[in-house]
């Protein structure tokens, strides 16, 4: 049997590393304001038993039972204060997951990347990754990293959401609503170019290549959430979004064009089945044109952990789950 030949990626392998490169401060579910709550840290990470005293019951469930299923320890560490999302959660093959925390965060923070861990490590759910052999850009890893991030946060709201967790306030963070959804309506209305309409996260980068993935990801992710989870938002919140959605299909019209293209792949595939969840992220990348630089492919287990192999897209998409 051909063994399988682990990418790269082994040093740390940060979902949200991608976001923090390319998306800024408006990331949902993810609060900038700074408080001064978290548990005792030192260089070499956070206290794991203040962390874990933190966490409400189901939560702290939530970690024994990853632990359990992998046979890993989560490891906790601090971000900066200055750091632009509230919390990360990144794999440093083939056996260290590490959830980082900037001193702000709050248990459902953590529970958020340990549902990352879960889908990747436990339940099997394909990850975009890197081609054998092909030259590594920052540019184009920020661009599938957000696929990868909008895609599977669809998955972990709903998992936080069966735990028991409330939608409006906890799983989506009022940030969204306050920020993203109150600031850009405004800002198209008033007419502001592209550079000042509080999107421009990749226009600066690479020429604009990604411009329009960018600005396509807030549009998708608010039809998504509205579409899941219509009624389960205050009227003002459900209100704000319905109202970024009208303001965005009427001032960036080929931005919204390109979402709908992604909205369709969400359409047509099951994005709670391993098989349909694989087919969007292959989809969208391909839209983006990154096909020949990513792939899907799923973490195995190896004899010391875990082990993420250069891509097999035919393997996961042809297979029946």
Not at 206 to 225: I, N, W
Not at 256 to 272: G, I, P, Q
């Amino acid at each position: 049997m051909k063994k399988n030949r682990a990418t790269e990626s082994n040093g740390p392998v940060s979902r949200r590393d991608f976001l923090k490169r390319a998306a800024g401060a408006a990331i949902v579910g993810l609060p900038c304001i700074m408080t001064r709550s978290a548990p005792g840290q030192s260089d070499q990470g956070l206290d794991r038993n203040a962390v874990t005293a933190k966490l409400r019951n189901a939560i702290r469930d939530l970690l024994e039972e990853m632990e359990d299923e992998t046979g890993l320890t989560v490891e906790f560490r601090p971000l900066p204060r200055s750091f632009g999302v509230v919390a990360q959660y990144g794999f440093e093959q083939p056996r260290r997951p590490v959830v980082h925390l900037r001193e702000d965060w709050q248990d459902v923070d953590a529970a958020h990347e340990m549902m990352h861990m879960k889908l990747e490590l436990v339940d099997g759910f394909a990850v975009l990754a890197w081609r054998e052999n092909v030259e590594r850009d920052k540019v184009i890893e920020s661009a599938f990293g957000l696929i990868r991030s909008y895609t599977d946060d669809m998955l972990v709201f709903d998992l936080l959401a069966k735990m028991g967790l409330k939608i409006d306030g906890e799983v989506i963070k009022r940030q969204l609503f306050d920020d993203v959804c109150t600031k850009v309506p405004r800002y198209l209305r008033a007419g502001r170019m592209l550079k000042d309409d509080g999107m421009a996260h990749l226009d600066d980068v690479a020429e604009g290549r990604f411009s329009d993935l960018r600005r396509s990801t807030f549009l998708v992710q608010a039809e998504l959430l509205l579409k899941a989870y219509k009624g389960k938002f205050s009227v003002k919140h459900e209100r704000r979004l319905k109202d970024f959605i009208d303001a965005f299909r009427k001032y960036r019209p080929p931005q919204a064009a390109r979402a709908d293209k992604v909205l369709a792949f969400f359409a047509e595939y099951d994005l709670a089945t391993i098989k349909g969840h694989a087919r969007i992220l292959t989809e969208w990348a391909a839209l983006e044109g990154l096909d020949g630089s990513v792939g899907v492919s799923c973490y195995v287990r190896s004899a010391d952990g875990f082990i993420l192999p250069y891509p097999t897209d035919c393997k996961i998409l042809e297979q029946d789950y």
